[in-house]
């Protein structure tokens, strides 16, 4: 499933144009709720809303697009909930939302929630931008430091963290995307029971593990200077720390996933993975 | 640096229909086969079964039909494998023709070649082995020294190689051999089809592994004789093609599929006695990290089938696949207490956690190490 590419294109101009660091920094403080009027001026509220309600008609792949997006360039407000909530209600936008039975989790008290299933759907993309962000950062970081007479990337003691690092980042993205492509093919899943569930719920368990791990990397190759407010690493570290626990953390999925497991045993699970 | 993308590829069309045919045709092939040959899957070599699968039209599946093969997508092939590794399908008898050699030999293999192996590969009949590793050279493969020297007679071959899988049931090893005098490393290597059966002046000693199987050997080449023709592609580009091979041999099922098996028995096991929510918290997360690498894997295998060299892309999903199958009989360990036990009237469980514990050492080995990989990895991402 291949996301649009004029989408990426707009996605990619406004982002980089507008959420500067010094634009991230004000935003800290003035909660940046104008970037949401930006982006619903060029449509990306409604990138899941049909055609005919005035939307863009796009796909969950587009959404992802969007989602990554904003978790990469640590963009301020509520435009992926924004997005997810009109895709799930239509031109109605935000209201009453159906909420999945599975009592696992809740979500940021900022942010307006979303049913369990689209609001985990919707971190795992938000975590694998903010991940893939921490992962180039660092890249070029150990490209330009220099200690012991060279680059850190010199030393393979660094290139080995940074290897294991974009491993992680690799698999947070591959996870989300299958995900996205699942809910697009199957629909949005209300429960357990439903077709896209379990790789809705390994997106999330997975994003919710790995952010350990790629933010201990990322910081730790970063040096003090990461640890620094003006850096502005945080704008990514912060965020994964959060989003870990928001609609279910990584042992909550994981549970629900394993009692399915073991309850159906081995063929049927296969069935699901590869359904 | 490059932006990391994993696209969610479509399965075609009959991907349905072929994932169903080939689980009836497992129902029924793996009836009697018993579960110490099945937890060792493309590990366990099983010539009658090979040809059953040959029959059945399973192996060679992206091959053209011209040469018997199946001519279908990588994603179709995908299916396949990861169908016959999901159910411990005895496979290593063919694996290493299907995922490498043939595929080598009809990029490069002349016209005759061809037609003389690869239909033969379908059928299930041929065992190919890999002659890399050399004593002194295993991470470091460009400094290997076995040399293959022209004359009028053909290629005069002179050296060792050492932990060769198969090699002493297989009918063909293909070979990276020292061709070319000085210059560097890399260059001055070339690839040779070597018949393992009819060429006087080869030696192979098996080696007993730490569970006391034999699979690898040593082989030694002791002025063996090689026809003018046993060159594949062109005379010292063996290194640039063994880079083509190795991102074939990486990104694939069984990177992470090495402990299915085991796996499933332990589900079966657990829902037999109970899980606390521990045991099921932990098992969720092994499937996750199933369900993750095989995102992973399959993204790679449609970058292949568009004609792209996700080279970076594959070494990542055999080191994260590889630690993944790793892991698998410690946590299995930690979540039943019963004992490994290799007899045949143990629990299958028990027989192929013996199995398992003693071969996982060597996943992240064969193929390159978990720190090769990283290397090939941060090379990927512009750091060397
Ligand atoms: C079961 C099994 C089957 C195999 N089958 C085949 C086969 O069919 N054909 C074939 O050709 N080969 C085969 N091999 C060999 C395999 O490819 C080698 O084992 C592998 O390439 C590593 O080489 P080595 O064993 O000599 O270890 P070494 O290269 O000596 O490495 C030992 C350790 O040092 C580390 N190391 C080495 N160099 C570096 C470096 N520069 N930086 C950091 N760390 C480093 C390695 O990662 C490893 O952890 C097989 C191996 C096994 C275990």
């Known amino acids: 499933m291949n996301a649009d590419l004029l989408l990426l294109d707009t996605v990619e101009r406004l982002f980089s144009e507008q959420l500067t660091p010094e634009y991230l920094a004000e935003a800290e403080r003035s909660g940046g709720a104008d970037f949401l009027s930006l982006a619903q001026e060029i449509g990306l509220d409604a990138v899941l809303v049909a055609q005919e309600e005035g939307g863009y008609g796009g796909s969950w792949s587009d959404a992802f697009v969007v989602a990554e997006a904003c978790g990469r360039y640590a963009a301020p407000g509520s435009l992926p909930e924004v997005m997810v909530s009109r895709g799930i209600l ?152 959060r989003w870990r626990a928001d609609y279910g953390r990584c042992s909550d999925w994981a549970q629900a996933i394993g009692r399915h497991a073991i309850a159906r045993g081995p063929e049927a699970t296969w069935d699901a993975l590869t359904r | 640096m490059p932006r990391l993308n994993f696209p969610a590829p479509e399965l075609p069309a009959g991907a349905d229909d072929l994932r169903r045919e080939v689980r009836a045709f497992f129902n029924e092939a793996l009836r009697d086969v018993p579960v110490a040959e099945r937890a060792l899957s493309w590990d366990a070599c099983n010539p009658e079964f090979s040809r059953r699968m040959g029959a059945a039209g399973l192996i060679g599946m992206g091959f053209p039909h011209e040469y018997g093969g199946g001519g279908r997508s990588q994603l179709e092939r995908f299916v396949v494998l990861e169908e016959c590794l999901a159910v411990g399908a005895p496979t290593g008898f063919h694996w290493f023709a299907d995922r490498q050699s043939g595929p080598l030999i009809l990029r490069y293999g002349s016209e005759a070649l061809k037609q003389a192996i690869i239909p033969r590969i379908c059928r299930g009949e041929l065992c190919f082995c890999i002659g890399m590793s050399e004593p002194d050279s295993g991470s470091d493969l460009a400094s290997l020294r076995t040399r293959a020297r022209r004359t009028d007679a053909g290629w005069i071959v002179n050296g060792t190689k050492v932990w060769t899988t198969n090699a002493h049931r297989a009918h063909y090893m293909i070979a990276l051999f020292r061709t070319g005098e000085g210059g560097r490393r890399h260059e001055g290597l070339s690839q040779f089809l070597v018949d393992l059966r009819n060429t006087p002046g080869i030696r192979i000693a098996p080696i007993r592994d730490l569970a006391g199987r034999e699979h690898f050997n040593e082989v030694h080449f002791e002025g063996a004789l090689l026809p003018e023709d046993a060159l594949i592609g062109a005379e010292n580009n063996g290194w640039a093609q063994v880079m083509e091979e190795l991102a074939l041999e990486r990104a694939g099922p069984e990177r992470y599929l090495s402990c299915q098996t085991l796996f499933n028995e332990l589900l079966r096991v657990l829902g037999d006695r109970g899980a606390s929510a521990a045991a099921a918290a932990a098992v969720g997360a092994a499937v996750a990290q199933l369900g993750a690498l095989r995102a992973m894997s399959l993204s790679v295998a449609a970058m292949l089938q568009a004609g792209e060299s996700p080279n970076l892309e594959a070494a990542m999903v055999k080191d994260m696949g590889t630690r993944f199958e790793q892991s698998i009989p410690a946590l299995a360990q930690e979540l039943v207490d019963l004992p490994a036990d290799p007899s045949s009237d143990a629990l299958p469980y028990q027989q192929a956690l013996h199995l398992m514990t003693l071969l996982a050492p060597s996943f992240s080995l064969r193929g390159g190490s978990g720190e090769i990989l990283r290397g090939i990895i941060a090379r990927g991402l512009g750091l060397r």
Do not use: N
Not at chain 1, 107 to 114: D, N, V
């Open chain 1, 90 to 241: 239509g031109s109605r936008g935000t209201g009453d939302v159906p909420v999945g039975h599975v009592p696992v989790g809740h979500s940021s008290a900022e942010q307006p929630s979303l049913p369990l299933p689209a609001g985990a759907l919707l971190r795992s993309a938000q975590m694998a931008g903010a991940a893939q962000a921490l992962l180039e950062r660092s890249v070029q970081y150990c490209g330009e430091r220099e200690q012991f007479g060279r680059p850190l990337g010199r030393f393979q003691a660094v290139q080995q963290q940074l290897a294991e690092l974009a491993g992680y980042v690799a698999c947070m993205q591959a996870a989300s995307q299958r995900a996205f492509a699942e809910v697009q093919r199957r629909g949005m899943p209300a429960g357990e029971e439903d077709p896209a569930w379990l790789a809705v719920a390994i997106a999330k368990c997975r994003c919710s593990e790995l952010a350990h791990p790629v933010t201990l990397i990322a910081h730790g190759m970063h040096g003090a200077i990461g640890f620094t407010e003006e850096f502005g690493l945080q704008h990514f570290s912060r965020p994964l720390w």
